[in-house]
């Protein structure tokens, strides 16, 4: 057994800062005592920086109070140098972020809510969009302006489509946005049945989707763009999925084909428009339908100066552009700093004042692909990185020294993107800080000190206990690093995607020095709970309880301790603690399978004297009680 001591608790001393934290309950709650005080972020991921006023040790890190469920895992960095942006937004956190406001002009457009189901956003309102398999929110959804050619996109029962080999169609399915009677049947009498729409998109090359999902059969499905003289075979299964395929043909006619006859399948939402990927569902009755460009944008700015700086962006690439299109500008007084999209799917960064003072391109990202780009500036210094590699730098231009007025994202020449993050710094970056902020999964500067990912609950632990045992457990996440570490600015990242709670939450972090007793807890060292509950008797004799959580409380004794461990550790403990400070109990350091249970954090219920053994050797008695 291997005893671990925590003290004190440095955290109170940091200055907190985090996006996605809940106004209610925010952050500065983690500085209190009280662990029912949470400070709670609004969505299953979350992260926040802490910063001390000069470099602080951390021996022991623990996250007391929290909700992580078994799925849970958590993240401390350390820092060399303030990695602090001066600005970030997070879009992954299901709302957007205060301060920005969105364009659309006149037209709704779709995407998909946490439930996994497509809702409609009104004209001027942004898209917070999540996989609809998965229901992982992706970011805010940025595209231009797109026209689904056609009509009746859910009623196959429309004389638009032209059915052969197949009963009459019926509006009787529930479509992708869950509402009854609003998608279409198709059953096949025949083999090669098939089910067309003619459109006239105005261009090539057009790509065709939809959304199917098998009801009975096992044949053969196919969708074409071509009016069946190329198809392509799609996978069904019960659950709606996306498919889709392009042309460069114009023969004007899209369409699905059940090539086995009895076969029962259901379409929604088709789709045909300008490209060769498909953007967010159109929906279509009688008419073609434009969905308007977005552009957002945020005018609080002001903080920022040309002349020296950094903007880092993190996101998915939809749909490259069918020409250079700005994807993120930051403007200032005169001069802009702006990223784009090539066709190519280079991203090209440039700084304009009075004339283009910069353009550098990198990445090459198919559709589909995650990015993270990073863009530096500074007099004579223009860098820029795409998923942690650099362009060719660009050391001569000259700067503005305006404050800065507004970010806008945005889409243009079919582009479409999720952004997932923007952050702004206000001095260049170093090539190995910006290679690593470039990063599509994990934007931030190199830490000096990097835990990695840690299970917020043993892993032996939950294999080993059933739901019940677990249920109600006050744990401790804790982390022992292999060596003290001491850094000035630390990051904790939280995530738990399957938190039925719908959010992480934490009461109170710790972090202090790590003391382990050279020699452990003596035989007949306790650990209980104990009742705070009341109980009247009535004169009847019936019982009535009042039930209150108990706290867990550890006594043990620990002997034969060196002069300097004692006068060092125990009665510096009890000078720095008293009987009010907190103090981080683990009862052993390599168990795995009862150390949610053996592991609180506390204070010292009362403060015993040293003992003397002989002149070198002292024993010492612990109490310590947990905190609530």
Not at 119 to 127: G, L, S
Request: with cysteine.
């Amino acid at each position: 057994m291997t005893l671990a001591l925590g003290f004190p608790n440095r955290f109170s001393n940091a200055s907190l800062s985090g996006v996605g934290w809940t106004t209610g309950l925010p952050l500065s709650y983690l500085g209190t005592r009280q662990l029912s005080q949470v400070a709670r972020a609004i969505s299953t991921v979350a992260s926040f920086y802490a910063s001390f006023s000069s470099a602080t040790e951390a021996g022991m890190i623990g996250l007391a109070g929290h909700n992580l469920s078994t799925a849970g895992d958590w993240r401390v960095r350390g820092f060399s140098s303030d990695p602090r942006p001066t600005y970030e937004a997070n879009f992954t956190q299901g709302q957007l972020p205060s301060g920005w406001t969105c364009t659309r002009s006149g037209a709704t457009a779709t995407y998909f809510g946490s439930d996994g189901l497509l809702k409609t956003a009104a004209a001027d309102t942004a898209r917070i969009t999540h996989d609809p398999a998965t229901r992982e929110c992706l970011g805010l959804l940025v595209e231009a302006s797109a026209v689904n050619a056609l009509t009746y996109a859910r009623d196959g029962t429309n004389a638009a489509w032209s059915k052969t080999g197949m009963s009459a169609p019926t509006l009787s399915a529930t479509g992708i946005d869950g509402v009854a009677n609003t998608a279409t049947r198709l059953a096949s009498t025949a083999i090669n049945a098939k089910c067309s729409h003619t459109h006239s998109v105005g261009g090539t090359p057009y790509v065709f989707s939809v959304w199917l999902r098998r009801v009975s059969g096992t044949g053969a499905i196919k969708i074409s763009a071509d009016n069946f003289a190329t198809t392509s075979t799609v996978t069904l299964t019960s659950a709606w999925q996306r498919f889709e395929i392009s042309s460069s043909s114009g023969a004007g006619v899209v369409g699905i084909q059940i090539d086995t006859s009895g076969d029962v399948i259901e379409f929604d939402y088709a789709q045909c428009e300008l490209g060769s990927v498909a953007t967010s569902p159109i929906l279509t009755t009688s008419s073609t339908v434009t969905r308007n460009a977005d552009s957002i944008a945020n005018t609080g700015m002001s903080a920022l100066n040309a002349a020296t700086g950094a903007l880092v962006m993190t996101g998915q690439l939809l749909r490259r552009p069918t020409a250079q299109t700005s994807a993120a500008t930051l403007a200032f007084t005169t001069p802009s700093a702006s990223v784009s999209f090539e066709s190519s799917g280079n991203l090209t960064a440039i700084y304009s004042n009075s004339g283009t003072q910069c353009s550098i391109s990198t990445g090459g990202l198919a559709n589909g692909a995650a990015y993270g780009c990073a863009f530096s500036w500074a007099a004579n210094d223009y860098r820029f990185a795409v998923n942690g590699s650099q362009g060719t730098a660009d050391t001569s231009g000259t700067v503005g020294s305006t404050a800065g007025s507004q970010l806008t994202l945005g889409a243009g020449s079919q582009l479409a993107h999720i952004v997932k993050s923007v952050k702004l710094y206000a001095a260049a970056k170093a090539n190995a800080d910006l290679n690593a902020l470039a990063s599509a999964t994990d934007s931030e500067h190199v830490a000096a000190y990097d835990s990695g990912w840690v299970d917020a609950w043993p892993a032996d632990w939950v294999s080993g206990t059933t739901a019940e045992e677990r249920s109600g457990v006050r744990g401790v996440a804790i982390l022992n690093p292999a060596s003290a570490q001491t850094y000035q600015y630390w990051r904790f990242d939280l995530t738990d995607t399957a938190n039925t709670a719908g959010y992480v939450q934490l009461g109170r972090v710790f972090m202090g020095t790590n003391w382990r007793p050279d020699r452990g807890a003596a035989t007949g060292a306790t650990l209980g709970y104990e009742s705070r509950s009341t109980t009247t008797e009535a004169d009847d004799g019936a019982e009535y309880h009042t039930e209150r959580r108990g706290p867990r409380v550890a006594r043990f004794n620990i002997e034969a301790q060196t002069q300097d461990e004692a006068m060092r550790k125990v009665l510096e403990m009890q000078r720095q603690l008293g009987s009010t400070g907190e103090v981080l109990f683990q009862w052993d350091t390599s168990d795995t399978l009862y150390q949610p249970a053996r592991t609180f954090l506390g204070r010292l219920r009362s403060l015993s004297p040293l003992t003397a053994i002989n002149s070198n050797l002292w024993s010492a008695s612990f109490e310590i009680k947990e905190l609530l």
